[in-house]
């Protein structure tokens, strides 16, 4: 099974999806690939950063399962190799998400939202974004949830981490039963 993990920055993805990761050893994380700058603090594992000419060689070849420009930055998530009965995380942004679901209809398809435009802009100053960006990321935010909600997520207000966290979860036990079925 794929899960996709999508919305704006700033919704809070990265947290949401390191606790799902962190709580089931079912579930595998696709790193993906950006050509944008490490912020400070980021973890070097959250990314794996390349430069553009690395990007656009690896699609080229092929490489990649979507792919996206962002305020001008490429992102893009490779073919995953999950393993032996795990099934796939996908964190990415709206456009990717459009882009799997074409390859892949069945997948889990969650859209979290920001409780406010404000929240979510503390949450882009408190990730390490520089204001201007954080800007252009709430400027743009509005369009990706309306583009999320057309194409059938399952939208949740993550206003609550630990609320959002057994949403999540529940949502990933109802399809893996469905699956089975």
Not at 18 to 25: F, H, N, Q, S, V
Not at 26 to 55: C, I, K, M, N
Not at 69 to 74: D, H
Not at 137 to 161: F, K, P, S, T, Y
Request: aromatic share 6%.
């Amino acid at each position: 099974m794929i899960v996709v993990m999508c919305g704006p920055g700033g919704v809070g993805k990265g947290t949401v999806v390191a606790r799902l990761i962190a709580e089931d050893p079912h579930l595998w994380l696709s790193r993906s690939w950006t050509t944008r700058e490490q912020r400070p603090g980021e973890s070097d594992d959250a990314y794996t950063y390349v430069t553009r000419e690395q990007f656009e060689t690896r699609i080229a070849e092929g490489g990649f399962l979507e792919h996206a420009e962002f305020l001008g930055n490429l992102y893009g998530t490779p073919w995953p190799e999950p393993g032996d009965d795990r099934d796939i995380v996908l964190e990415i942004d709206v456009q990717g998400a459009a882009q799997v679901l074409e390859r892949a209809p069945d997948a889990l398809f969650i859209l979290l939202e920001p409780p406010s435009a404000e929240v979510q802009a503390e949450r882009l100053r408190g990730r390490g974004d520089p204001p201007e960006q954080a800007e252009r990321r709430i400027a743009v935010a509005q369009a990706e949830l309306a583009e999320g909600r057309r194409l059938g997520a399952i939208c949740i207000i993550n206003d609550d981490l630990d609320r959002t966290v057994d949403r999540c979860r529940a949502l990933i036990a109802e399809a893996r039963a469905a699956a089975l079925g």
